[in-house]
């Protein structure tokens, strides 16, 4: 795997925890009624990890197959369609990635343009 992909993923994860966080902890500072009331801002940032951390894993896992098999972008575009569409009906994040992984790997693997 090359630097570059690499550099990509930690770049998008940090942009994305960041967005993630910096709102989530103005709103809790501003609403912060008490001076000691421990490090709240921990809890905030470990509730940011998570979506950040799927979102890097995400681009890492997707960026190097998608550079390499440039006609693989509809089972891509599918997977993705699936995970958004599943997780808007049902709200169950784990049976939309799994289905959308799914979906993903049996185009990938049997579907070529």
């Known amino acids: 795997m ?4 690499l550099l990509i993923g930690l770049l998008v994860g940090l942009a994305n925890f960041f967005n993630r966080f910096v709102p989530i902890w103005l709103v809790h500072k501003k ?3 008490q001076k000691n009331k421990g490090r709240a801002w921990i809890g905030v940032a470990m509730a940011s990890i998570g979506v950040s ?3 890097a894993m995400f681009m890492i896992a997707t960026l190097p197959p998608l550079i ?4 693989r972008i509809f089972a891509m575009s599918c997977g993705f369609l699936a995970l958004i569409v599943i997780y808007a009906l049902s709200k169950k994040i784990i049976l939309a990635t799994l289905t959308a992984a799914l979906i993903y790997g049996v185009l990938f693997t049997y ?3």
Do not use: G, K
């Not at 090359?2 to 992909?5: A, F, K, V």
């Open 53 to 55: 951390a799927i979102c």
């Open 31 to 33: 609403q912060q009624q």
């Open 68 to 71: 390499e098999h440039h006609d």
């Open 2 to 5: 090359s630097i570059e992909i």
């Open 111 to 113: 579907v070529h343009f």
